[in-house]
């Protein structure tokens, strides 16, 4: 076969496009990664000031959207809702893409990723950021475990019989992981607002409903994104592996645990910043929205397209029978919860404190613009998990290859 008719063959599949397409993208990232190591943060956006960025909101969004690991599961083997079962797998798969993003993002992001092991050695009990390092090193082993599970029973387990039986042991293992698993991930998915709640000098941080919301909105955005990728494979595989009950019960209590959300969410921001009128919250906020489109993202985003719309038509009866309208309203959350990691990362440091050494009582707002390295590095991964879900899907037995009926 000559270059010519090879070349010809992959640009009239759509599959190898898509992988040499992220495949490039993927090298272009880790080209990032490698300047960052050997150069420093200094080639990014990030300052003493905006030490948080890009990559944390990269960090944040990748856990929290791997949520739907821990929550189908429980569902599946402690609750015992054998319906779910067929959601367990891409859940879990998703799950270990979501965190081994996450840690990518950390090791850009630390400036030393030859010291990533301090946290197990140093331990500092009183530091939020200690435990949760602990708890997504334990979950990511967690995830693993369950991920050799799902590689033992494909077709690689088949080829590899070593492989085969460490999936086999991991799988009767599933139920304890799945306790353990659902602990620590409630653990860490609050904690990681816990961060940002007990930052005192950051009256917008500053207080007790962050944990809360991280892990519902964590809990929609995972079930989201695992039920938008799984009706993607089915379209493309022309397959209905998810029966329409399963879609209909899932999506509604999507919608649902969105409202639940929203609910808290503006409760939180009419007792922080409309009915107390607290001094500090109202100068941070005044300085956002001068300078900053965090009122536009709030309100536009993460409220109205990211939490009311999909809530709205994932519980109208009329229009949750609409795939098309319900992969949007999916994706919606999926992005609501991005913006809101987002939102949330950077809208306490771009307004300093007035009285932070160095800072001047003028300076209304600094500013954070992610570097061209920054943007490959993110790009890169993100790369990486879709191409490692692409490869999944096709190599190992994360959905049933036979169609189910309705």
């Not at 992988?19 to 090298?27: E, K, R, V």
């Amino acid at each position: 076969m000559t270059a010519n008719t090879l070349a010809t063959r992959l640009s009239r599949s759509p599959l190898s496009t898509w992988l040499i397409s992220l495949t490039t993208t993927f090298t272009i990232g880790v080209i990032g990664m490698i300047i960052v190591l050997v150069r420093g943060l200094q080639v990014t956006g990030l300052s003493d000031r905006v030490p948080w960025g890009l990559w944390i909101t990269l960090d944040l969004s990748a856990i929290a959207l791997g949520a739907g690991a821990f929550t189908f599961s429980a569902a599946v083997y402690l609750f015992r809702i054998k319906p779910l079962a067929v959601l367990a797998r891409p859940a879990v798969f998703i799950g270990f893409l979501g965190y081994s993003s996450a840690m990518l993002a950390l090791a850009m992001d630390i400036g030393r990723p030859d010291r990533f092991w301090h946290p197990l050695v140093y331990w500092n009990v009183h530091s939020v950021l200690w435990e949760i390092t602990w708890c997504v090193i334990l979950y990511s082993t967690v995830l693993l475990l369950e991920v050799l599970a799902v590689a033992g029973d494909s077709r690689l387990g088949k080829r590899w019989p070593r492989l085969h039986q460490i999936g086999h042991f991991a799988h009767r293992l599933t139920p304890i992981l799945a306790v353990i698993g659902m602990g620590l991930s409630l653990l860490h998915q609050s904690s990681l607002g816990a961060t940002y709640g007990v930052l005192s000098g950051r009256a917008i941080w500053f207080k007790p409903s962050l944990p809360v919301m991280f892990i519902i909105s964590a809990i929609a955005g995972g079930m989201s994104l695992t039920m938008l990728a799984s009706m993607i494979v089915g379209l493309l595989r022309r397959q209905q592996f998810l029966p329409d009950t399963i879609c209909k019960n899932v999506t509604r209590t999507i919608g649902f645990i969105t409202l639940g959300y929203l609910y808290i969410k503006i409760w939180d921001w009419a007792a922080t910043s409309y009915y107390s009128n607290s001094p500090a919250t109202a100068d941070i906020l005044s300085r956002l929205h001068a300078t900053t489109p965090y009122t536009t993202t709030f309100w536009g985003v993460e409220i109205l397209l990211g939490g009311l719309a999909p809530a709205v038509i994932l519980l109208i009866p009329n229009l949750c029978k609409r795939k098309p309208l319900v992969m949007f309203a999916l994706a919606m959350v999926v992005i609501g919860v991005v913006v809101n990691r987002w939102n949330i990362t950077l809208s306490g440091l771009v307004a300093p404190p007035d009285w932070s050494p160095g800072v001047l009582g003028n300076i209304v707002a600094v500013s954070y613009f992610p570097s061209l390295v920054e943007i490959c590095v993110a790009i890169g991964i993100v790369s990486y998990a879709l191409l490692g879900f692409t490869l999944g899907v096709r190599y190992l037995e994360i959905y049933p290859h036979k169609s189910k009926a309705r």
